[in-house]
């Protein structure tokens, strides 16, 4: 698809230009097609879990030629440190309660799957992965809200990515959904970088 057309146009440039550095990173995927990207590549992919460093559930795969790039250390950050309580800043981000947002809360039982609903991160130390759209199932979780459910805030969608707090401020929420969702986690790249001589 579109995707993977995507990925032999960063090949096709990494071998025009001839970095001296490169980084790519894509999601976790079957070993076979991992073990193309690494031959692709010309080095094994690294498995780094931005939940290391924030509170989000992200497992992802980074290819690089930094020589040695380590896993970063377990800061051990859980979502209740990050939760936004604020009644007036949180209720801007309910969900309408319809029989399909129903669907995805399931009385705050959901799974996380495309037919199982979304999950419950009222009480997680980590919220699952931020996606390009909060609704719709799989996405980051949802929230236990005035009697029903909230999608996470900006500022815990920024937080989540490790951005500063209003980076995404001149976006609307669907644009900064976008973008963080597709976006990388700001301090794992800050982590990778840091191994640059």
Known sequence: GDKSKLFYEYLRLKNEINPTYFLLENVK???ESENDLNTYMGVKGLHINSSLVSFQNR???YWSNIPGIMIPEDKK???QDYKDTDFDYCKQFKLPDTPSRR???RDGKGNNS???GCANVTYADKI????RKQDRSPNSGLIEFDGFCRFLTRREIELAQTLPIGYTDTLSYNQ???V???GWTVDIIAHIFSFLK
């Open 176 to 178: 900064m959904q976008d």
């Open 114 to 116: 495309a037919t199982g």
């Open 29 to 31: 995927m079957k070993q």
């Open 128 to 131: 699952k992965t931020i996606t």
């Open 59 to 61: 497992p992802r795969i």
């Open 103 to 105: 669907k995805y809360w």
């Open 77 to 79: 950050i859980s979502f």
């Open 180 to 182: 963080c969702g597709d």
